[in-house]
């Protein structure tokens, strides 16, 4: 079993940056693949940011956030990250940590954290 914990969400204006971060426990941290996941107000919930295994050395991105978001892992904190840059208004959601077994099939999730982004 695998415990999530977001953190770093807020309120910032458009062009703004910020880090989120989740810290993991339970499991052994390098077996699972990581995700970004959020969600806005009536809205589904959407891909944002994945990253693979161990060393994490493949990343995918959902095409909003290409070119202005990065996912890391940190293994030996047992967190990983989501540096937004560039934010926008549209970008406003509750942004969930996911961990799971394979790179696209994630079965433990966090509580989330709100970003708020405003124009």
């Known amino acids: 079993q695998v415990h999530l914990v977001e953190s770093g969400g807020g309120m910032v204006q458009a062009g703004d940056s910020l880090r989120l971060a989740c810290a993991a426990s339970?499991?052994?941290?390098?077996?699972?693949?990581l995700g970004w996941f959020r969600q806005a107000p009536g809205k589904e919930r959407e891909f944002v940011s994945a990253?693979?295994?161990?060393?994490?050395?493949?990343?995918r991105y959902g095409e909003s956030v290409k070119g202005r978001f990065v996912i890391s892992r940190d293994n030996g904190k047992n967190a990983v990250y989501l540096q937004m840059n560039s934010l926008k208004p549209e970008d406003t959601a509750v942004y969930y940590c996911?961990?799971?077994?394979?790179?696209?099939?994630?079965?433990?999730w966090g509580l989330g954290t709100q970003v708020t982004v405003s124009s």
């Open positions: 996911a961990a799971g077994s394979t790179f696209t099939s994630f079965e433990y």
């Open positions: 339970g499991g052994t941290f390098t077996w699972y693949a």
């Open positions: 990253i693979s295994i161990g060393n994490g050395g493949i990343r």
